[in-house]
């Protein structure tokens, strides 16, 4: 639970930064070296009452706190949950680890710390352009190869992987649980792995990543699955199943908040799992807090924390009090 702030705490940040000084409403305390269960279990616990406030940090790999740093520009708050990228560019990939150090910063400054990853398509080289490389098209048939063991593609995919285990074991031996959010929005086209229902499809490469992560000891990363909040519905289809999911999540782009059905049709996947809004581009209002309360942390998107948020917005959800920043995120 949020420990409730004095009534004037909003009035007077608003003064502070009005006068351009920024101050920390809360000293956050380190994490210590944490199970990913014990994540999941704060995720729980706080399920109906409270939510993680996250803020996504994009590429260049060589600024990945640069969004966050704009938080503190507006509120004199850090999010609960920083949010990176493993990259695609090659520049970006050539500094994977300036990623990495953030986080055991994020880490041990007391928020929790997600990872995605908009990979190359195994089609392409293994650094690539967005368009092209990661938002591409390929054949149901060089899907089935890349999800084929032997296949020249899956072998390639296999290497790509590879690459990233380094990366994420430095996670797990400094102890650190990662909110870690492969092949996002399943249910869509605009990405190599994506629009595939079915056994064989989205949910197979997922599952196949799952166990080969697994096998290299990567027992730190808490598996969140995502979908894109799409009117076809049907997202159950792409499910992975329960054994491999940890946390279930949607990212809202349709339309700035979650429906009342969008939040029901999470909930009947999840099946008691959290769920989480895993990036918006609108920083969540007092209705959305109280009306959808079981969303356990949210993820705003880089450029879109200033270029569709006022300040006043920004400062009305950080100082909310179902809101958790950093500083108020205690196992």
């Known amino acids: 639970m949020k420990i409730p702030r004095p009534a004037l705490a909003v009035g007077a940040a608003v ?10 409403a809360s ?3 380190a994490f210590a070296a944490t199970p990913k269960a014990t994540v999941i279990n704060y995720l729980k616990s706080i399920t109906g009452t409270s939510i993680v406030s996250g803020q996504h940090n994009k590429e260049p790999a060589t600024s ?8 503190h520009d507006v509120t004199g708050q850090w999010p609960g949950l920083w949010g990176g990228d493993m990259m695609f560019r090659s520049d970006d990939i050539a500094n994977r680890q300036r990623v990495i150090d953030q986080a055991k910063t994020e880490w041990k400054n007391g ?3 997600a990872l995605t990853w908009h990979a190359c398509s195994p089609t392409v080289g293994r650094t690539c352009e967005f368009d092209g490389g990661v938002k591409t098209s390929i054949t149901a048939a060089q899907f089935q190869q890349i999800v084929t063991g032997g296949t020249a593609l899956n072998t390639t995919w296999r290497s790509r992987m590879a690459e990233v285990v380094p990366y994420l074991k430095q996670l797990k031996d400094a102890g650190i649980p990662v909110l870690w959010r492969p092949f996002h929005e399943m249910n869509e086209t605009w990405n190599w792995w994506g629009g595939r229902p079915g056994t064989n499809g989205g949910a197979k490469i997922y599952q196949q990543m799952r ?4 096998s290299q000891g990567l027992d730190n990363l808490i598996w969140v699955w995502n979908v894109q909040d799409n009117p076809a519905g049907g997202w159950s289809q792409y499910y992975p199943g329960s054994n491999y999911v940890d946390v279930v999540s949607l990212d809202a782009w349709y339309k700035n908040y979650p429906s009342t059905a969008d939040y029901q049709q999470i909930q009947s996947i999840a099946a008691g799992k959290p769920i989480a809004i895993a990036e918006m581009g609108k920083l969540p209002d ?3 807090l109280t009306g ?3 969303w356990a942390y949210f993820m705003i998107w880089s450029e879109q924390l200033r270029g569709n948020n006022t300040n006043a917005e920004i400062q009305a959800a950080y100082f909310h009090p179902r809101v958790l920043n950093q ?3 205690h196992f």
């Open 64 to 71: 990945p706190g640069q969004y966050t740093q704009q938080v």
């Open 292 to 294: 959808q309360p079981r």
């Open 286 to 288: 007092a209705s959305l």
């Open 111 to 113: 928020s929790l710390v």
């Open 211 to 214: 166990d080969y992560f697994d």
């Open 27 to 29: 000293t956050a305390e």
């Open 327 to 329: 500083g108020e995120v």
């Open 15 to 24: 003064v502070l930064l009005g006068a351009g000084m920024v101050t920390r």
